[in-house]
């Protein structure tokens, strides 16, 4: 039995402004016209991702495609569940591509991400998938990875304390736990851990796997060296 219409969830709307909303919605058609019938998608996190989503969905409807959705993030799930796309997990199927967003990207196309907290899942996305397309704007090139926004690092968090002396080790100038809008405390992540922002002056190549490589770290925002299309807003 489905649940009744009118409910929370679809009554949800974003919650933030969405900046450059035209422009996302320009691209957001551009990802939608790549759709097969059939196809699996990974959808990252964030309002691009959001508006992406719409632009499909009108799709799905429009021409009764048949597509699945793998997402990152609860809000994208809600969001999917709203628009009446049907979703799977990573031990369904694996996707066909993915379509996410990014918080910086370099001249050689590496990326900080994880502003929304799902970074660990977008990961798994861009890793099953043999295309990747990131959505950015203008302001999100940069000349130095990390000039612009901190690395997202998720913690386990009995291990909060360890991983931040680790991590100054690696020359993080500046760490913060990120705390949480809305609540008390710091923000838990979907796996129900921590987030450690982590400032840097510079980042080399290793930096990603370094970080990995520190016991009770789950993973970070770093993307350096993967294999992913820039499309730009």
Do not use: H
């Not at 901190?150 to 680790?166: D, N, Q």
């Amino acid at each position: 039995m489905k649940w009744s219409k009118g409910n929370i969830i679809d009554k949800l709307s974003w919650s933030d402004t969405i900046v450059n909303r035209e422009g996302k919605e320009r691209v957001a058609k551009e990802i939608a016209a790549k759709i097969k019938d059939g196809d699996v998608l990974g959808a990252g996190s964030g309002s691009t991702v959001y508006i992406a989503l719409l632009a499909i969905a009108e799709r799905i409807k429009n021409e009764d495609l048949e597509i699945e959705i793998i997402p990152a993030s609860q809000e994208i799930s809600m969001a999917c569940n709203q628009l009446g796309i049907q979703q799977i997990t990573l031990l369904d199927k694996k996707p066909d591509w993915t379509f996410d967003g990014a918080d910086e990207v370099d001249e050689n196309n590496n990326l900080i991400k994880g502003r929304g907290g799902a970074m660990f899942k977008e990961k798994l996305l861009i890793r099953n998938s043999s295309k990747t397309y990131i959505i950015i704007d203008e302001s999100k090139f940069v000349t130095r990875l990390g000039s612009k926004f901190p690395v997202p690092i998720e913690v386990f968090p009995t291990a909060l304390l360890y991983v931040e002396s680790e991590v100054r080790k690696l020359g993080a100038s500046r760490i913060e736990l990120r705390l949480a809008k809305g609540k008390d405390g710091p923000i838990v992540t979907e796996n129900g851990n921590y987030i450690l922002d982590a400032w840097f002056d510079s980042i080399d190549n290793t930096m990603e796997r370094q970080i990995k490589e520190i016991t009770g770290v789950i993973e970070s925002g770093l993307f350096i060296g993967y294999d992913v299309e820039i499309i730009v807003s």
